[in-house]
């Protein structure tokens, strides 16, 4: 059963980068897409950008100018970096694992970023 | 850019059945996916591929797709079921996915 944890700053400055990783765990990293999700207090989920084992990444159109997903393989890692931010990156933040037909079918706990000076 | 338009709450009494919509232009062409997210608790795939179930997840939870619209229902509905349900795809061109805005699901 594979697992994933996020980890990472819980405090981030305004106007600073936001960076966090997810640690794969139980399984392989190779031969899927792993994503990025977050949720704002009180407000829906967001989907933010994914990424392929081999790098190719897609990104949220929205954030898509402060983004950038990558991947270790060899650490079973792929992070995720977001700049600029503002308090309205204030979010649980998840990390998931994308199966074959694009669903999300494993997710981590979620980890809280605030952000603010 | 694209979107997925869910109605924002929906309300069944137990053991009735609640069918939660997730509107999009490009769903006649591409997969929807459903999630259930409780309060504290990371998402939980509950339909995938239109109408497919995880393993794990009761028979209750059924998918469908008519051309712009796909359905997520619950059948005799028990109030562990209470949560935000989420329907996800894909834009035409393939270059980003997204979220619904969400559906609140309230067990009367």
Redo the contacts between chains.
Sequence with gaps: QVQLQESGPGLVKPSETLSLTCTVSGGSINNYYW?W?R?PPGK????I??IHYSGNT?????LRSRVKISVDTSEKQFSLRLSSVTAADTAVY?C?RV?S?????S????TLVTVSS | ?YELTQPPSVSVSPGRTARITCSGDALPKK?A?W?Q?KPGQ????VI??DS?R?SGIPERFSGSSSGTTVTLTISGVQAEDEA?Y?C?S?DSSD????????TALTVL
Aim: glycine share 16%.
């Design positions: 994503s999700v949720q829906g989920l967001e989907w950008g994914h897609k990104y949220s159109p929205s998840y998931a199966a037909y694009g669903e999300s079918d997710w981590g706990q979620g | 850019s997969y996916y999630y997210k990371a998402p939980v795939l995938y591929k497919e995880p935000d989420y996800q894909e270059s980003y996915w997204v979220f619904g805005g969400g």
